[in-house]
């Protein structure tokens, strides 16, 4: 009997993933990892602000979904489930792209929701990180939207996303992100998430979560940071504790220095450079609204929590 092979596609506003995996025969629990990759697509750069996919990014698009599909005919795959978040969701060209992908890979992509995108995220945050019975603040940044989850184990209290990514941050409050941020443009990123973000408040006031558990993307990069050199996704494993002082380290750094020094960083991914400054905003804010003091990074996010459900 042939094994069933699984591809399962993230396509995210900045990066595209892919996870290729071998379900588990009779007898086995775990399915078996046989590829983990993730290519920097930037699908949001140059126009998510504008509502559309740029030309630019929606090639890079086609070129990434190309070699996803390489990859996928040399590992044999035999089942595809691709997914895709923010931008394709809110940009008027989004159906071509999702049409364009299918007629020159034959990958059919599914457009999710924001709630079912952090029903997902939390899914796979799961397989991750152990949560226990207390209540733990889960978020994704991503470059379009941000997913906030309150959950332990086995419930999930309160979930939201909001269209406010890194991408969207960086177009607003960053125009030029070639210099450093001013006090001023901070100061003014908390106060528009302090009115987008209303609602989590209120949940946060009601749920007390005791921990963040930060999802892919720029928690990586602060993990990496921490640790001084950049992981390959293989190396990465599923859950890091993030010391709350290396954070206000990188943090400090990331606000002080220009473009050119801040991708030199060890463990930045120069096309991360940018956004960690308005994601690394994000994340002290929701800390000082919250008080809370220790930050879990999570490996895994929605293409694990795909994996999860369907198994």
């Not at 998510?48 to 090639?59: H, K, L, N, P, Q």
């Not at 890079?60 to 599909?69: C, K, N, T």
């Not at 470059?143 to 309160?158: L, Q, R």
């Not at 002290?284 to 809370?292: C, D």
Request: proline share 4%.
């Amino acid at each position: 009997m042939t094994h069933r092979r699984l591809a399962l596609i993230d396509m995210g506003t900045n990066t595209f993933h892919l996870l290729i995996v071998e379900l588990p025969a009779a007898g086995q629990t775990q399915p078996r990892t046989l590829l983990r990759t993730k290519v920097g697509v930037r699908l949001g750069e140059g126009g998510i602000s504008a509502g559309r996919i740029a030309e630019a990014a929606y090639e890079r698009a086609l070129h990434a979904v190309a070699g996803f599909r390489e990859e996928m005919e040399l590992h044999e795959v035999t089942d595809v489930r691709a997914t895709a978040t923010s931008a394709m969701r809110v940009a008027q060209n989004g159906p071509e792209l999702v049409k364009d992908i299918f007629d020159q890979s034959g990958i059919q992509v599914e457009i999710i929701g924001g709630d079912r995108e952090a029903e997902l995220i939390c899914a796979g945050v799961r397989q991750a990180v152990p949560l226990g019975s207390e209540h733990h603040l889960i978020m994704d940044i991503g470059g379009g939207s941000v997913e906030f989850i309150i959950a332990n184990a086995t419930t999930i209290f309160w979930k939201r996303s909001f269209e406010i990514g890194a991408q969207r941050l960086l177009d607003q409050f960053f125009p030029d992100p070639s210099g450093v941020i001013t006090a001023e443009a901070v100061a003014w990123e908390k106060e528009y998430l302090a009115s987008k973000l209303a609602p989590l408040t209120a949940a946060l006031a009601e749920f007390r979560p005791v921990s963040l558990v930060g999802a892919s993307g720029s928690f990586d990069s602060l993990a990496d940071m921490q640790l001084g050199r950049l992981r390959s996704e293989a190396e990465l494993p599923p859950c890091t504790e993030l010391d709350l002082a290396s954070f206000r380290r990188s943090y400090a750094q990331l606000l002080v220095l220009p473009h050119e020094e801040r991708k030199n960083l060890p463990g930045i991914l120069p096309m991360r450079a940018d956004m960690l400054v308005v994601a690394g905003i994000l994340i002290e804010y929701v800390l000082e609204l919250t008080g809370i003091t220790r930050i879990r990074t999570s490996a895994y996010a929605l293409k694990e929590g795909l994996l999860a459900e369907m198994l």
